[in-house]
Structure formats: structure tokens, C-alpha cells
């Protein structure tokens, strides 16, 4: 099992640009992505770490940093999650489309959960590149899943296998909310 913690900033307008070289001094290792989009001054990190201990002593940043980015920010949040697979290359991509689903009650996950692991496994016996996690101290309804790309055009030219669509009525009857943002890898 590994951890990923992640910290989601909103910045004043023109601000991000300045903020990015700040972002990668404050955390380094940190993958840095954009949210695609009106709110483009939106700006997400994420790092992954082997123990709870290691990410937990990591959140002791550089206060100078943390000082010179606080004027920038309109508003922030860090949450962490825990992932339920082992990792691979897949968080590498240039551009990652999240959706963040909100079930019906704490048991609805539960009951569509084989489901979604078969869905997984179509989609990555055909290529496809998708991670997804629970979070690991609250909202045990939530389930978020990601699908990474390598560029945009391959992103909007995605499509439902045929395959999955039994899987996904089922699992989408169990779902109250979804969100879509798409975020492409700052380099």
C-alpha cells in the first residue's frame, strides 16, 4: 500500500505562473498539473510516499517559501488519500482527466466495488491507464478515479469500451454526484 499526499491551490489571477518555481522549491519531488479549464489559475500538487510517517514529516515546509506564496493564494486545501493498488507508470502522463464520485450512502461502494475492479481490469487489458483511491481519513463515500493520457487530443478522443458499459450502468445507479476536471502535467 502507498500514500499520496496533495495539495490543491487557488490562485489570484497571473499569480500561478510566479507561484509554480515557489511550488517546486516548497515540496520537492512533487508533481505539479493545472486544472484545464476557466479556473486555470487553479493549481494542483501530489507526492507519493511509502510509510504514513514519511508523508507526515513531510508537511514541516519552508516557511519563507509558505510566506512569499501567501499573498498569491485566494484559497487551499491538502488532503490526503490512500491508494488501493500498487502504483505504476500511469501517473507519469501529460494529462489526467479525475473524476471524483460521491456514492450514494457508505455501503453503495461496497456493493458495486467488484464491478469497478472488472471495469479496471477491461480498461487496462486494453491499454488503458487508470488509478484510483479512496480517501484515507474522511468520506468514506467518495471514490476517485483517474485516467491519464498523453496528450489532449487522445484525451478528447476517448470513448467507453463496449465491454464496461454493463458494469458502469450498475455502478452509476449507486452514484449521487460526479465531478470531471481534466489537469495537464506542468513541466
Not at 48 to 74: C, H, R, V, W, Y
Not at 86 to 92: A, G, I, P, W
Not at 125 to 137: D, P
Not at 148 to 155: I, P, Y
Amino acid at each position: 500500500m502507498k500514500y499520496r499526499s496533495a495539495l490543491t491551490i487557488h490562485f489570484k489571477p497571473g499569480k500561478s505562473r510566479v507561484a509554480i518555481p515557489l511550488l517546486r522549491d516548497l515540496w520537492n519531488g512533487a508533481t505539479i498539473i493545472r486544472r484545464i479549464g476557466k479556473e486555470a489559475a487553479l493549481v494542483a500538487m501530489y507526492k507519493d510516499f511509502e510509510t504514513l510517517e514519511e508523508m507526515k514529516s513531510s508537511s514541516k515546509g519552508n516557511t519563507k517559501i509558505a510566506d512569499q506564496l501567501d499573498p498569491m493564494i485566494i484559497d487551499g486545501s491538502v488532503t490526503q488519500h490512500i491508494w488501493q493498488h500498487k502504483f505504476n507508470e500511469v501517473h507519469h502522463s501529460n494529462v489526467r482527466r479525475v473524476y471524483r464520485t460521491k456514492f450514494n450512502n457508505m455501503f453503495a461502494y461496497e456493493e458495486v466495488e467488484d464491478a469497478i475492479k472488472e471495469n479496471m481490469d477491461i480498461a487496462q487489458r486494453n491499454g488503458r491507464k487508470i488509478t484510483h483511491w479512496r480517501k484515507l481519513f474522511d468520506s468514506p463515500d467518495v471514490f476517485i478515479l483517474s485516467q491519464d493520457f498523453e496528450s489532449l487530443d487522445e484525451c478528447a478522443e476517448d470513448v467507453l469500451l463496449p465491454e464496461m458499459r454493463k458494469n458502469r450502468m450498475l455502478i452509476m445507479s449507486r452514484i449521487s454526484d460526479v465531478q470531471e476536471t481534466v489537469w495537464m502535467k506542468v513541466d
